[in-house]
């Protein structure tokens, strides 16, 4: 299901961001990326995420900024050691006065590739304090992420009645063509049956034909896929109010029944109106099993 959520505090010198986006998908994907000064605490933070997301191709990141106002932070820059700067130019200015060099001669890149001037920045990683509030931030970014899902999914919930409201109104729609096609296909088989009496001057046994237009009637009776099609709409609907786990997955399988029941619909329908009722039907579960992904 997509999502987003962010949350942020600030600790010393550096604010720290939680972010956390995900897309569709049908277990959790989950992509961390943390700043090397989070390292230590990279495995309970991945575990705290897995545990709160069921779903999705979720990226997550936790990054610093430097709110010192000009950008610089002793956090994320090498710092120049002064002592060793001042000692260097006066060591060199010296040297260069008592050899005589030009006035022109540039003494800081020389003094600035020196390895005393530059140090490594020292980062300690985080501690107790800072944790706690890193905690606290990833349950607000959560908090936030849920909140955009549950928007999303009344937004589903409202969908998805209007879809089933649709495939309910064209099922209703099939009834008409239903009764008046027996009597067609009667009609037909005796209609070509009598021919092939004329032409063969054989008569047609009626008890037979009867026995076995009653057959093919039955394999053609669709009676039961209509009351299999609206029982998987209803159990849809219900699935839908429930709460609680793998309601995504449930309803992936109840429109995967649906589909069965409809494409049956159309194997049987012997009328261009029925086949065209089933192709709308097929066109607007295609949507339903697209946006069932979205749902947890």
Same mark, same amino acid.
């Given at each position: 299901m997509t999502g987003f959520g962010k949350a942020e505090y600030i600790f010393s010198d550096h604010k720290t961001i939680v972010e956390i986006r995900s897309l569709n998908s049908k277990q959790l994907d989950l992509t961390l990326k943390v700043m090397p000064h989070f390292h230590e *605490? &990279? +495995? %309970? !933070? /991945? /575990? !705290?995420?897995? $545990? $709160? =997301? &069921? /779903?999705? *191709? @979720?990226d997550a990141a936790v990054y610093m900024t430097d709110i010192a106002g000009a950008g610089l932070s002793s956090q994320t820059f090498t710092p120049i050691n002064k002592e060793a700067f001042k000692y260097y130019y006066r060591e060199l200015s010296a040297l260069k006065e008592e050899l005589n060099m030009p006035e022109t001669t540039d003494l800081l890149p020389t003094i600035m590739r020196i390895p005393d001037v530059t140090r490594q920045a020292v980062d300690n990683g985080i501690n107790d304090e800072e944790w706690e509030l890193l905690q +606290? $931030?990833?349950?607000? $970014? !959560?908090e936030a992420f849920n909140a955009f899902r549950e928007q999303e999914g009344a937004a589903l919930e409202k969908m998805f009645t209007e879809k089933l409201d649709g495939i309910s109104a064209l099922l209703a729609e099939v009834e008409p063509f239903e009764k008046n096609r027996v009597e067609n296909i009667r009609q037909s088989l005796v209609k070509n049956l009598d021919k092939l009496a004329e032409e063969t001057k054989q008569q047609v046994d009626k008890n037979r034909l009867e026995a076995e237009l009653i057959y093919y009637l039955e394999k053609l009776d !669709? +009676? &039961? %896929?209509? @009351?299999? =099609? /609206?029982?998987?709409?209803?159990?849809f609907r219900e699935t839908m109010a429930a709460v609680g786990n793998g309601v995504g997955k449930k309803l992936g399988f109840i429109a995967q029944e649906m589909g069965r029941e409809i494409n049956t619909l159309g194997s049987k329908s012997n009328q261009s109106e029925m086949q065209i009722i089933v192709v709308k039907m097929k066109d607007i579960l295609e949507q339903i099993k697209e946006q069932v992904l979205n749902v947890l």
């Open positions: *605490k &990279e +495995t %309970e !933070i /991945r /575990r !705290i995420l897995s $545990a $709160a =997301l &069921e /779903r999705g *191709k @979720v +606290t $931030a990833i349950q607000q $970014a !959560i !669709i +009676t &039961e %896929e209509k @009351v299999r =099609l /609206r029982n998987h709409i209803k159990y």
